[in-house]
C-alpha cells in the first residue's frame, strides 16, 4: 500500500479564504468610511479601476439592449393583433352600414316615386326569389292581415314590377312582368299607341298588339294604360327597345336584379253602373252609333288566356 504525503492543500486553501475575507472585510469598511481623504482614494480607484472593464461591460450591455428590444416586439405584436381585432369589428360595422345605406336609399327612392296621390300604398320586403324557367314571382312579407288584395300593381323605386297572384294571412306572391302569363295593357308615349305587355321569361318583355309599330321607336316611354281595369293609368313600365330578334320590347324600369323592397298600391275598383236605365242606348236619338267591338288590347287584357291560346 503507497504511503501519502503530507496534504498542503487544505491549509493552504484556509489561508486564502481567511485572506480574502480580511480583504472584503477592509474593502467594505474602506468603501464606508466617511471621510474626504477616503472619499479620493475611492474616486482615484474607481476611475483607475473601472475604464479597464468596458469589454467585460460590453456582453452585459448588449444583453440588456437585446431583452429590451424583445420586449418592445412583444408590445408591438400586442398592439397590431389589438388592432386587427379592432379592425375587423370595424368591417363588420362598415358592412352594416353599407346595407343600411342601401336599404335607405331603396326606401328613399320608394318615396320618391311620383304616383296618383289617390294611390296609397303599403311597402313590403321581398323574401324569396322563386324565379325559374317556367315562373317569375317573388314573394313579400305581406298579405291580408296587412289589406293585400289580389291583382294590386306592385312597383320598386323606379318602375312597375308585377301584380299580386296569390295572398296569405301574412305573405303575397308577386309575378313579374316578365312571368308568361303576364298581360298587361299599356300605353307608348308620346305617340299614345295602345299595346299589350307580354312577358316570356326574358329580361326583356314583348309588346304587342301594336296598332301602328311605325309610331312606336327606341326610347319611348312605356305607362300602363289602365284598359280593363287591370292596373291603375300612368304607372312607369319601361322604355323601349329593338330586341335581337326584330320584336318590339321593353327594358324595365325596375331594377329586377336588386328587389329588396316593394310597394303594394292600393287599386280603387272602378264605378259599377247601378241604374241601367240612365245609361243612353243608340235607341234614344241616335246619340251613340252602334256598339263598337272590343279593342284587341282590351280583349287580351280581360281573357289572357284566350290570348295565350290563340
Do not use: C
Amino acid at each position: 500500500m503507497a504511503h501519502k504525503g503530507p496534504d498542503f492543500a487544505t491549509p493552504v486553501r484556509r489561508v486564502l479564504i481567511a485572506l480574502l475575507t480580511l480583504v472584503l472585510i477592509a474593502l467594505f469598511l474602506f468603501w464606508r468610511i466617511d471621510s474626504p481623504r477616503a472619499e479620493a482614494m475611492r474616486i482615484a480607484i474607481i476611475d483607475r479601476v473601472v475604464p479597464g472593464f468596458d469589454w467585460a461591460m460590453a456582453p452585459v450591455t448588449r444583453m440588456g439592449q437585446m431583452i429590451g428590444g424583445f420586449q418592445s416586439y412583444a408590445r408591438i405584436h400586442q398592439q397590431n393583433q389589438e388592432l386587427r381585432r379592432e379592425l375587423q369589428k370595424m368591417q363588420a360595422w362598415k358592412e352594416a352600414a353599407v346595407q343600411l345605406e342601401q336599404e335607405n336609399s331603396k326606401l328613399m327612392a320608394l318615396n320618391n316615386v311620383r304616383i296618383d296621390p289617390a294611390l296609397t300604398s303599403v311597402t313590403g320586403m321581398v323574401m324569396v326569389d322563386s324565379g325559374s324557367a317556367f315562373r317569375q314571382s317573388v314573394l313579400l312579407n305581406v298579405g291580408a292581415d296587412d289589406g293585400i288584395v289580389e291583382g294590386w300593381a306592385t312597383m320598386d323605386g323606379l318602375g312597375l314590377v308585377g301584380r299580386i297572384s296569390g295572398v296569405g294571412r301574412r305573405t303575397s306572391r308577386v309575378v313579374l312582368l316578365t312571368d308568361p302569363s303576364s298581360r298587361i295593357p299599356v300605353s307608348v308615349l308620346p305617340s299614345g299607341e295602345r299595346a299589350l305587355l307580354t312577358g316570356d321569361n326574358t329580361p326583356l318583355p314583348f309588346l304587342d298588339f301594336i296598332e301602328t309599330p311605325g309610331n312606336v321607336r327606341p326610347g319611348d316611354r312605356v305607362v300602363t294604360s289602365g284598359d280593363g281595369g287591370v292596373f291603375p293609368p300612368g304607372l312607369l313600365a319601361g322604355q323601349v327597345v329593338q330586341g335581337s330578334d326584330g320584336r318590339t320590347r321593353l327594358r324595365m324600369a325596375a331594377d329586377y336584379g336588386r328587389l329588396e323592397f316593394l310597394r303594394v298600391l292600393r287599386s280603387h275598383p272602378a264605378e259599377t253602373v247601378v241604374d241601367s236605365g240612365a245609361v243612353i242606348t243608340p235607341g234614344d236619338g241616335g246619340l251613340i252609333g252602334p256598339q263598337m267591338p272590343a279593342s284587341p288590347v282590351e280583349a287580351a287584357a280581360a281573357d289572357p288566356l284566350a290570348t295565350g291560346a290563340e
